[in-house]
Nanobody
Framework: QVHLVESGGGSVQAGGSLRLSCVAS????????MGWFRQAPGKEREGVAVIYIGTGSTYYADSVKGRFTISLGNAKKTTYLQMNSLKSEDTAMYYCAAGRAVPRDWILESRSYNFWGQGTQVTISS
C-alpha cells in the first residue's frame, strides 16, 4: 500500500507560480508512474503531468505544456509539479497519483492509477 501526501497548494493571481509536492510513504520502484491530476467543480478528473520513475520520461496534458514541469526528488519518493504562468482555468483540486504497468495510451487517464493522495487546492484569481 502506498500513501501519498500532497502539499503546496494555495491561492495566487493569474500569471503567478506555485510548486506542488507529493511524498510517498513507501518505496516507489522503477516500474511506477507518478503523476498529477486535477478536478474542477462539475468537471471530470483530468491528467496534468506524469513521470515514469524508471526513465524519468514525462508526459503532459496539452493545456499545461510549456507552463508546468513535473520532476522527481533525489530519493524518488517525492514528485514535484512546478506550475508557472498560471491561469484561472488551472483552478482545481490537484491530486497526486501512483500506479504500475500503466498502458502507454492511458498514461494521463485516472483509471490507470490505484494510489491517490487526498488533494491540495489550487485557486487562481484573475
Amino acid at each position: 500500500q502506498v500513501h501519498l501526501v500532497e502539499s503546496g497548494g494555495g491561492s495566487v493571481q493569474a500569471g503567478g507560480s506555485l510548486r506542488l509536492s507529493c511524498v510517498a510513504s513507501a518505496y516507489i520502484d522503477i516500474n511506477y508512474y507518478m503523476g498529477w491530476f486535477r478536478q474542477a467543480p462539475g468537471k471530470e478528473r483530468e491528467g496534468v503531468a506524469v513521470i515514469y520513475i524508471g526513465t524519468g520520461s514525462t508526459y503532459y496534458a496539452d493545456s499545461v505544456k510549456g507552463r508546468f514541469t513535473i520532476s522527481l526528488g533525489n530519493a524518488k519518493k517525492t514528485t514535484y509539479l512546478q506550475m508557472n504562468s498560471l491561469k484561472s482555468e488551472d483552478t482545481a483540486m490537484y491530486y497526486c497519483a501512483a500506479g504500475r504497468a500503466v498502458p502507454r495510451d492511458w498514461i494521463l487517464e485516472s483509471r490507470s492509477y490505484n494510489f491517490w493522495g487526498q488533494g491540495t487546492q489550487v485557486t487562481i484569481s484573475s
